[in-house]
């Protein structure tokens, strides 16, 4: 064997150049799963499609029921075990994320919305594309509205510029699979 393959670093990096391809293909999957549910809040709401799609990659990587708590990632595997989750999360006071488009739990209980409901695909999609078209009415349609969507600008300019880099990198991605 060589001295390239004993190191730890050089397995790691072997494993994640074979582990790549795959999750890719996951990613790409789940989202032409979840692609339809897409379709009517963006006509609704005037958003575009290919944006709304980047920014469910960005957030969730397509994963319906992917938790952020507090800045942590937490993948439930079902529905359920995600709506634990987010009740704990709620009942401890803490920020938390849900869904495909990572819903905040500011909007969550802004507007007393039942975690049941948040946490159901269809719904996370309408809920997030419309928090997105309200940034797009308030900034235009640009990338301070993409960057809002997750970072005010106001609190960490640097974080929303990097948001919104990243999301135009998606677009990107998924306007060449296409």
């Known amino acids: 064997m060589s001295d390239f393959l004993r190191k ?3 397995l790691f990096f072997l494993v994640l150049l074979f582990a ?3 999750r890719a293909a996951a990613l790409l999957e789940r989202q032409q799963e979840l692609e ?3 379709d009517a809040p963006c006509v609704r709401y005037q958003v575009p499609k290919v944006l709304a799609l980047a920014i469910a990659r960005q957030e969730s990587g397509c994963h319906p029921w992917i938790i952020n708590i507090s800045g942590r990632d937490v993948r439930p595997r079902s529905k359920e075990e995600a709506l634990r989750y987010a009740q704990w999360a709620m009942r401890a006071g ?7 488009m990572q819903v905040n739990s ?5 507007h007393g919305w039942p975690l049941e409901q ?4 269809a719904n996370n999609v309408k809920i997030g594309v419309w928090i997105l078209a309200q940034e797009i009415q308030r900034h235009g349609l640009n990338w301070k509205a993409v960057a809002y969507y997750h970072t005010p600008l106001h609190r960490n300019p ?3 510029r990097a948001y919104a880099q990243s999301v135009v990198a998606h677009v990107k991605k998924i306007l060449g699979e296409k």
């Not at 803490?94 to 495909?100: A, E, L, N, W, Y």
């Not at 500011?106 to 802004?110: P, V």
């Not at 948040?118 to 695909?121: A, F, G, Q, T, Y």
């Open 94 to 100: 803490r920020s938390f994320d849900v869904g495909i």
């Open 118 to 121: 948040v946490l159901e695909p």
């Open 106 to 110: 500011y909007w969550i209980r802004k």
């Open 158 to 160: 640097e974080r929303g």
């Open 20 to 22: 790549a391809p795959a």
């Open 36 to 38: 339809p549910l897409f």
């Open 8 to 10: 730890p670093t050089a």
